[in-house]
C-alpha cells in the first residue's frame, strides 16, 4: 500500500509507526517492510491488514493542518526631561587716572600714569551664569569711578519623547520564530601586530517566540524581545561604541487576541549641582547671588506588549 502525506512529514510518521511495539514480531511473524519517498512525501508499506490498520490510524491521527499563531509586540518607549538653571555674573568698570577698566567687557585698565594693562574679553571677576541662559535681568551701579553690573541669568527646559516600535511574526504551533530589524555598527580594532581590522557589533530590534496551542485555544508563549542601540558618546573616549541593551524574556498563558504586558522598566534620575564662589557663597540670603544652580530629572520608562491571535479558521472551544 502507498499512502500520500498531506500535512505532516512522511519520515516523521513512518519513524513513530516503526517505533511502537509489534505484537505479530513478538510471536514470530514477520514485521513486513515500510519505506518513505521524500519527493511525493508518502508512505510505502509492505504489511499485514492488522499492521496497515494501525498505519491508516496514525496517519489519519497525526496528518492535519498544523494551526498558526501571529504575534504583535508593541514596545513603548517613554522619557520625561528637565533641566532648571539659575545663575549669576559680576562684572563692571573702573576708572584709573583719565582710563577706564573694564571688568567682563576687555579694555585697558590703567594702573599709573604710564602702565596700561590689558583686560581679556568677556571675562567678568564672578561668572556663575546660567549655561544656555533663556532669559536674564541686568542691574547696575554707577558711581564717579566705577560701574558694578549684575545679570541674573536662567534656563529652564523640559521635554518628553515616546517611541512605538510594533514587530510581528507568524509562525505554526511549536515553532520558534524570529524577527529582527536594526544594523552592525563598525569599530575598529588593532591586533597584536599593530594591524587594523573592521569588527561589528549588531544593535537590532527582534523579536523571538515559541508558541503553543492549548486545547481550550489559548496560547502559552516563551517570547524573547530585545531592542539594543549604539551609543555612540562612549566611542569618542574608547573607539567602540556602547550598546544599550533592553531585553525582556518570559513565558506566559494568554487568551486569544488578548493583550498582555509582560515587561516594564522605569527609571528616575534626578540631580542637582551648585557651583560657588569660596565663602561668598556660603553666606546665608546672600550667597545665590555668588553660585550657580543646576536641577537635572529624567525620566524613562519601558513597555513591552504582546497580542497573539490563532489564524486560519475560526477556534472550536472545547466545552461549546
Known amino acids: ?12 510518521i513512518a519513524s513513530l509507526f516503526q517505533s511502537a511495539p509489534d505484537e505479530e514480531a513478538s510471536q514470530g511473524a514477520s514485521r513486513g517492510a515500510i519505506a518513505v519517498d521524500e519527493r511525493s512525501n508518502s508512505i510505502i508499506a509492505y504489511l499485514s491488514r492488522e499492521r496497515l490498520e494501525e498505519l491508516r490510524g496514525i496517519v489519519a ?48 585698565l590703567a594702573t599709573s600714569d604710564t602702565a596700561l594693562i590689558a583686560l581679556p574679553e568677556n571675562s567678568p571677576f564672578v561668572d556663575m551664569g546660567a549655561v544656555g541662559a533663556s532669559s536674564g535681568i541686568g542691574l547696575g551701579f554707577v558711581g564717579d569711578n566705577a560701574l558694578l553690573d549684575l545679570q541674573l541669568s536662567a534656563m529652564e527646559k523640559s521635554g518628553n519623547g515616546e517611541v512605538v516600535s510594533q514587530p510581528r511574526v507568524v509562525t505554526a504551533d511549536k515553532e520558534t520564530a524570529r524577527v ?18 573592521t569588527s561589528f557589533r549588531e544593535a537590532s530590534l527582534s523579536l523571538e517566540v515559541t508558541p503553543q496551542i492549548t486545547p481550550d485555544n489559548r496560547i502559552i508563549m516563551a517570547v524573547r524581545v530585545t531592542k539594543d542601540e ?21 513565558k506566559v498563558l494568554v487568551a486569544d487576541e488578548e493583550t498582555i504586558v ?21 553666606i546665608p540670603l546672600l550667597g545665590r547671588l555668588f553660585r550657580r544652580e543646576l536641577v537635572q530629572d529624567r525620566k524613562s520608562e519601558l513597555l513591552v506588549f504582546i497580542t497573539p491571535r490563532i489564524m486560519g479558521a475560526s477556534a472550536i472551544a472545547v466545552n461549546r
Open 61 to 108: 491521527q497525526l496528518d492535519i493542518p498544523i494551526r498558526q499563531v501571529m504575534i504583535e509586540a508593541r514596545i513603548v518607549e517613554a522619557s520625561v526631561d528637565y533641566d532648571r538653571s539659575l545663575g549669576v555674573r559680576w562684572g563692571g568698570n573702573i576708572r584709573a587716572g583719565d582710563s577706564w577698566g573694564v571688568w567682563g567687557g576687555g579694555g585697558l
Open 262 to 282: 509582560i515587561g516594564g522598566v522605569f527609571s528616575n534620575t534626578r540631580s542637582k549641582s551648585v557651583d560657588k564662589v569660596p565663602l561668598l557663597g556660603d
Open 1 to 12: 500500500i502507498r499512502d500520500r502525506i498531506n500535512y505532516a512529514r512522511a519520515a516523521d
Open 230 to 250: 549604539p551609543d555612540f558618546s562612549q566611542a569618542a573616549t574608547t573607539g567602540v561604541p556602547a550598546i544599550r541593551k533592553n531585553e525582556v524574556n518570559a
Open 180 to 197: 529582527l530589524k536594526g544594523a552592525e555598527v563598525p569599530y575598529q580594532t588593532t591586533n597584536t601586530n599593530g594591524a587594523t581590522n
